[in-house]
Each structure stands twice: as C-alpha cells, then as structure tokens.
C-alpha cells in the first residue's frame, strides 16, 4: 500500500509539473530584459510597459471581452429556455432533438467557421462584429444547454406543482421557483462557454471583419514574425486576474458555507 502510494504521487507531481510548468515559464519569460524567448538576460518591466501602450492589442482584448459577453448573455437565454423547454416537453422526437441541440460542439471548428463563411457570403452580410457574435453564440448554447439540463434532471418537480397549486403561473413559477435553482447551472455553463469564445480561434478567423481583432486572432498573426515578451506579459495579466476572479469565488463559496452552518446550528 506504502508503495502504491508513493507511485501515485509521484505520477501526480509529474503530471502537475507537466501541465503547470509551461504557464510558469510565460510568467517568468515576461520579465525578461531580452526580447529573445530562449534565454533569461535580466530582470525588467518594460514589456509590460509596452503592452500598456500598445493600442492594437488593447482593443483586440476588448473586442474579446465585448464579443464574449454579448455572445454569453444572447447564449444563456436561448439555452436556459431551451433547456426548459425540452425537460417539459414530452414528444417522441425528443432524444433526436437533444442530440442535435449539441451538434455545433461536435463539428470540428474549422468545418463549421467554413459554413458560417459561406451562409454569411450567401445572405451578403458584412463580416465584422455582427457575424462574429452570430458565429460564437451558436457554438456557445450547446454549453449552457447541458448543463441546465443536467440540473433540471435533480430538481423536484413538486416544487413547482406547489407553486401552481397556489395560483402562481408559469411565468412567476419559472421566475421564482425554477430560475433560483438552476441559476449556478446557468452561471457555471456562462462562465464555460465565455472561456471558448475568448479562446476561439478558427471560427473568428473565418468570419471576422478585415479592421476587427479579437485577441486570440491577433496573437496567432503575430506568430508569423515571432512571439515577444509582450504576449508573455499579456497571458500573465490574464492569468493573474482569472485566479483573482477564482480567489474571489473561494472566499465567497467559504462564506456561504458558514453562513449556512450558523443557520442549521440555530
């Protein structure tokens, strides 16, 4: 057992070294003095000083965020809804209809950014943030569709039926009884889905408009000519703030669950 136990944790620190040790080397790399990427000559600030300054970059990133948030919030409707829908609606087509819900994260990326080119190109519809919001809220829905659908699947219908029986209608009930319980099934699908459209790549090459950057795509162009320091310092900046972001979330969850012990204890 003794060695059983050590093997496992060997292979975990292995595993851990493996996959963190990359993020370590861009954080490290982002202070270096050199704008070479194989060696460390000294430590500096100036790359992060030059992405401070660097327009291109800092609108490629709030083109991302913007088209992200857009795209979440249209996808969370129409796939909370949807979600909704299917778990009340009984018809024999409706394990086809799940199924097909689902297809847009099944198709290779590169396959699907070439069909939104060519039905965009057919409908004559400029390329540019309007197809690019298109484009990531089709591949967005099927996120928050499977995960408020899992959730609906531990919900008591009871609670609902109560509701109704006390003269509430389907509308308040959703709102006041439905919503509040599969809420961090919407937030967590929100969140996922918010993550692949930052990162997307393929898809926004393919409908993007010839002035309009997102981030990702203005940092696989600039692969062409060499990776600076300065994407270095950017992924830092955007590491440091997802782990503010999941510090925050920590400390709130930890909160919560105090709160809920005083309350049982009471």
């Known amino acids: 057992m003794r060695k ?31 704008k070479l990427t194989a060696s460390f000559t000294g430590f500096s600030l100036k790359w992060y000083e030059t992405l401070w300054h660097d327009r291109d970059i800092k609108e490629a990133l709030f083109n991302s965020i913007l088209l992200g948030v857009i795209s979440c919030a249209i996808s969370a409707v129409i796939g909370t ?25 099944m198709i290779p990326e590169i396959i699907l950014g070439m069909v939104f080119l060519a039905f965009f190109s057919l ?31 531990g919900i008591d219908r009871s609670l609902e039926e109560a509701a109704r029986d006390l003269g509430a209608s389907q509308i308040r009930t959703f709102f006041d009884i439905t919503l509040p319980l599969i809420m961090p ?23 993007n408009g010839p002035r309009l950057n997102t981030l990702p795509v203005k940092v ?26 999941l510090g925050i979330s920590a400390l709130l969850q930890k909160r919560q669950e105090r709160r809920r012990g005083e309350l049982s204890e009471r």
């Open 4 to 34: 059983k136990h050590k093997l496992s944790g060997i292979y975990l620190a292995v595993l851990l070294l493996i996959m963190y040790l990359p993020i370590v080397m861009v954080v490290i790399f982002s202070f270096n003095e050199s």
């Open 81 to 105: 809804l949807g979600a909704v829908g299917m778990a009340r609606a009984d018809y024999k087509t409706k394990g086809m209809m799940e199924y097909l819900s689902t297809v847009p994260i």
């Open 123 to 153: 409908l004559n519809l400029p390329f540019g943030m309007t197809t690019l919001v298109i484009a990531h809220t089709t591949f967005c829905i099927p996120y928050i569709f499977m995960m408020v659908k899992a959730r609906l699947v």
């Open 185 to 207: 099934a919407v937030l967590s699908g929100s969140l996922l889905a918010f993550a692949m459209s930052f990162d997307d790549v393929v898809i926004s090459i393919f409908v």
């Open 220 to 245: 696989y162009t600039q692969l062409k000519t060499g990776v600076t320091p300065e994407i270095n310092a950017l992924c830092t900046i955007i590491l440091a703030a997802i782990v503010l972001v």
